[in-house]
Nanobody, 125 residues
Framework: QVKLVESGGGSVQPGGSLRLSCTISGLFYQHKTMGWFRQAPGKEREGVARIYEGRDPTYYADFVKGRFTLSQDNAKNSLYLQMDSLKPEDTGIYFC??????????????????WGQGTQVTVSL
């Protein structure tokens, strides 16, 4: 059984930081693409960052480039998203995801095979 469990969300002021964690279990060998999506209120889910087989280059959406850092710890079966210089528009539910080569080539929600339950991130004064 595949399980992706996120933690680390919360509320922070603009300019602050949060670190999201995702513990992953049960994935098959073909699920080599892992990353994060987010969904803001009233909007569709959008890709934030993804990594393939734990190797560079890591892809970042333009709206987080330079502020967010994706990392992976294979020994702990974990994926992390360090979020710095947070903005109010970063508010939303963040999902840990996994998929195959399709997700690597087309980083969109329809290509995701597995979703975590999501963790809320709120950036406000």
């Amino acid at each position: 059984q595949v399980k992706l469990v996120e933690s680390g969300g919360g509320s922070v002021q603009p300019g602050g930081s949060l670190r999201l964690s995702c513990t992953i279990s049960g994935l098959f060998y073909q699920h080599k693409t892992m990353g994060w999506f987010r969904q803001a209120p009233g909007k569709e889910r959008e890709g934030v960052a993804r990594i393939y087989e734990g190797r560079d280059p890591t892809y970042y959406a333009d709206f987080v480039k330079g502020r967010f850092t994706l990392s992976q710890d294979n020994a702990k079966n974990s994926l992390y998203l360090q979020m710095d210089s947070l903005k109010p528009e970063d508010t939303g539910i963040y999902f840990c995801v996994a998929g195959g080569p399709g997700l690597f080539h087309r980083f969109r929600a329809s290509e995701v095979d597995y979703w975590g339950q999501g963790t809320q991130v709120t950036v406000s004064l």
